[in-house]
């Protein structure tokens, strides 16, 4: 009769050691895990920092600085960005968006962002299932103003979980959180875009990249082109950006 509490005893002190193993092995969102030591660029030392378990993609925020960075293998350098960069972020479940954030100022960049609704949907549907319908999938998916590669996904969970058990429920804290995190630039770039238009334009005038001097006409009107195919620009920033350019290239040449 008295093994009985000896084993009772002993299963406990098991089941604590094994939820302190999955615990430890789990990410935590506070606590910077990026392979890269003290600051990820020149000037961006960030003030918290996630990557993938798999080591793949991830992302880091300076608050104070309303800038983030996104972390991925086909970029080898770190892409730093303002808030104004960030247009939308969603926490998704298995392809499903269980929250989402996105921009609502200034009111040229909700046009033209309506005009990317399709493209962001379709983005999710084949990118964000998990194909193995046993396993829960969690991520944060950011759209940015990057023209190249405008969606960026975090995967936090993709394995078979239990929704309510102890690896789902911290998994879907830490995602929740990340996405929180960037809902909060998302909220301070409306805010600067409407109570400081004149400080936004120029900021938004710095981040467009300086015309190429060895470049032609040409050239320059093919890449505003491919902007407004992408619906990156509107018909009226094609149309003022295309006179520029005509109108320099008729000016005479001065020694």
């Known amino acids: 009769m008295e ?12 089941a604590l050691i094994v939820m302190f193993v999955v615990l430890a092995a789990l990410p ?5 895990i990026h392979p890269y030591s003290g600051a990820i660029a020149k000037d961006f030392s960030p003030t918290q920092v996630f990557m993938e378990q798999g080591g793949e993609h991830g992302i880091a925020i300076h608050e ?21 960069d960030l247009l939308a972020s969603k926490l998704m479940k298995n392809g499903t968006p269980l929250e989402q954030s996105i921009r609502t100022a200034p009111a040229q960049l909700v046009t033209e962002m309506k005009a990317l609704t399709n493209e962001w949907d379709q983005f999710g549907q084949p990118t964000l299932k998990t194909p193995n319908p046993a396993n829960q999938k969690l991520d944060v998916c950011l759209f940015t103003k990057d023209t190249t590669n405008p969606f960026h996904v975090v995967n936090f969970l993709d394995m078979e979980a239990k929704p309510g058990g102890l690896i789902y429920n911290k998994a879907f804290t830490a995602a929740q959180y990340w996405h929180g ?27 467009k990249p ?43 040449v001065r020694d």
């Open 3 to 14: 093994i009985i509490p000896i084993v009772a005893i002993v299963l406990v002190l098991f």
């Open 28 to 32: 935590s969102p506070k606590k910077p």
């Open 64 to 84: 104070r600085a309303h800038q983030f960075c996104l972390l991925r293998p086909d970029h080898p350098l770190p892409q730093i960005h303002h808030c104004s």
């Open 181 to 207: 995190l960037m809902s909060e630039l998302i909220q301070m770039a409306d805010e600067q875009a409407k109570s400081m238009p004149e400080t936004y334009q120029a900021h938004e005038e710095t981040r």
């Open 210 to 252: 300086a015309p190429d001097p060895q470049s032609s006409p040409a050239e320059e009107l093919i890449k505003l082109a491919t902007l407004l195919d992408k619906k990156l620009i509107t018909q009226e920033e094609f149309d003022a950006q295309k006179q520029k350019i005509l109108t320099a290239s008729l000016e005479p």
